[in-house]
């Protein structure tokens, strides 16, 4: 339909398909939904305004969306076992910007982790509503190679930090952090320093969903997450929380403090991609994601590369590529790994002395393999091709150029087994 209608846009979008089906799409916050999940987002339900909550919108017609929206936030509330979910969130940041509307006043301070040091840009970047609106103050994580917790959440300086500022909202969750966040832990600091507590569960959603991954609650006040992550939903955001208080605000804040309509569409797929969680399958597969990093891992630290932290517990890891050579650069890899159909991103390593937009790191991700059907034997077969790109690349342009073809055509081989379907 779409091809005879435009197509200019149809073109782009099968070759988009194409380069997904035929490349290793290791970046750890993508995945590949079903194809239910996109039936219900490339639907009729786009066409309709519906301000407001359920029995109680701004516009007339919303029957049926009242009932979708309820079946999204009852199959929300079963799978994270929470009272109350927000499921209008047109992504995580939204999520995010709702939640500090609900629970801040501007001016006022949370603590958050470093942001460069895996943090989230809604966490109190400068120049984003976080930093601009509020005073964000951070914890670090340990930077001591002789230390057992090297490259793990300092709690004790959390602590301090904490103490010292009295924020009103304490933030956990991260982009890159590879390790399990201790929930329980930082609730005993906010509770000390008299701070709420707020869980970003964004990458883990999946992993907390089904257990993989312990729960933010009871120990989070509020709970926020995307749900095209590990979730492997439609684009969007979440917020959930036990408390009715805390529900009320959240839900004003959001609505009409942030949004306007809700996606309709989005939120129907939401309610299909929690209902694909709830299923024992769904478990399955979070488990696969992370034996599949694990042994991601381990693959590549037989190759000599170093893994910050020295390992991972969830989906996704950090490589200190400095440990493969000094000159190895997060941008050089990406941009060589991308030509060989690997697709990955750089990402700064914790107290990493290069740049954002160059970095020592990679940080690679297996939600999306895992999808497509990869286990621990392809895992190994991925780290080999990551490295004949690298090593050639560390040597010179002739070597480099050569890899690049022969790791393209294996790539190529390797996804023809693991059809996207
Ligand atoms: C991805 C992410 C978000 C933001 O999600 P968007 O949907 O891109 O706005 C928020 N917090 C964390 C920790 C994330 O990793």
Redesign the pocket.
Known sequence: MLNRHDPEVADLMSRERDRQETTLELIA?ENHVSPAVMHAMGSWLTNKYAEGYPGARYYGGCEFHDRIEDVARDRAKKLFGARFANVQPH???QA?TAACMALLQPGDTFCSLVLKDGG?L?HGMKINFSGTFYKPVHYPLHYDASHPEHERIDYDAARRVCLEHKPKLLMC???AYPRVIDFARFRAIADECGALLMA?I??IAGLVATGVHPSPFPHAHVVTT?TH?TLRGP?G?LILTNDEELAKKIDKALFPGVQGGPLMHIIAAKAVAFGEALRPDFKAYCEQVVRNAKVLAVSLVEKRYRITSGGTDNHLMLVDLRGKSDALTGADAEKWLEAAGIITNKNGIPDDPRPPRVTSGLRLGTPALTTRGFKEAEMKEVANLIDRVLSAGVQDEAALASATTAVRADVRALCKRFPLG
């Open positions: 916050s992504s995580g940041a995010n989230h809604s969750g991260y982009s970003d964004a990458h995307t992550k684009r955001g």
